[in-house]
T-cell receptor, first 112, second 113 residues
Framework: GNSVTQMEGPVTLSEEAFLTINCTYT??????LFWYVQYPGEGLQLLLK?????DKGSNKGFEATYRKETTSFHLEKGSVQVSDSAVYFC???????????FGAGTRLAVHP | NAGVTQTPKFRVLKTGQSMTLLCAQD?????MYWYRQDPGMGLRLIHY???????AKGEVPDGYNVSRLKKQNFLLGLESAAPSQTSVYFC????????????FGQGTRLTVV
């Protein structure tokens, strides 16, 4: 079946450091891939998405590239801020299964 | 512009009690989902619906039932609550097409004692 695997957290960084959160997936066909972010006490909200191989999603300085050959969708940001502290979820939607599947989430803590 | 609204936001139940969580969306979305979020386990899909009158099981459906009698509402029921159902529950909705995002409610924190 479809699944998403994320690197375990927490990830702790100093402000302005480079961020990478790894995400790999298993899916049949050609899923769409997403990164969602959850700030403390809130629901999830979409951060970025990519719908086909080699697409790059970007938003708020975050980027992720859909790599079909490595079945990966790693999240990156060149310079993190304290306000980026949150839990980040990688997700996929496979049309054949009509389900939105999430990874376990990675908690990011950024310190001044 | 309400988006996805969940009620209640907090609830404490005794073991064996029943309750219904309500999810309402005003975006005319076809797809609706119920997830539970537990520490270290991310979001796990309980049940979902691809349209009015339809429901399907997700990863962890046991102990829960759902109904989608109206397109805008998706109800999650616990017939006999157990401590293992202590969790934060999230409802989400989407148009259901491959490239569209899901919108989430604020969550319901349920404690079963």
């Amino acid at each position: 079946g479809n699944s998403v695997t994320q690197m375990e957290g927490p990830v702790t960084l100093s402000e302005e450091a480079f961020l990478t959160i790894n995400c790999t997936y298993t899916a049949t066909g050609y899923p769409s891939l997403f990164w969602y972010v959850q700030y403390p006490g809130e629901g999830l909200q979409l951060l970025l998405k990519a719908t086909k191989a080699d697409d790059k999603g970007s938003n708020k300085g975050f980027e992720a590239t859909y790599r079909k050959e490595t079945t990966s969708f790693h999240l990156e940001k060149g310079s993190v801020q304290v306000s980026d502290s949150a839990v980040y979820f990688c997700a996929l939607f496979s049309g054949g299964y009509n389900k939105l599947i999430f990874g376990a989430g990675t908690r990011l803590a950024v310190h001044p | 512009n309400a988006g996805v609204t969940q009620t209640p936001k907090f609830r404490v139940l005794k073991t064996g009690q029943s309750m219904t969580l309500l999810c309402a969306q005003d975006m005319n979305h076809e797809y609706m989902y119920w997830y539970r979020q537990d520490p270290g386990m991310g979001l796990r899909l309980i049940h979902y619906s691809v349209g009015e009158g339809t429901t399907a099981k997700g990863e962890v459906p046991d102990g829960y039932n759902v109904s989608r009698l109206k397109k805008q509402n998706f109800l999650l029921g616990l017939e006999s609550a157990a401590p293992s159902q202590t969790s934060v529950y999230f409802c989400a909705s989407s148009y259901g097409y491959m490239n569209t995002e899901a919108f989430f409610g604020q969550g319901t924190r349920l404690t079963v004692v």
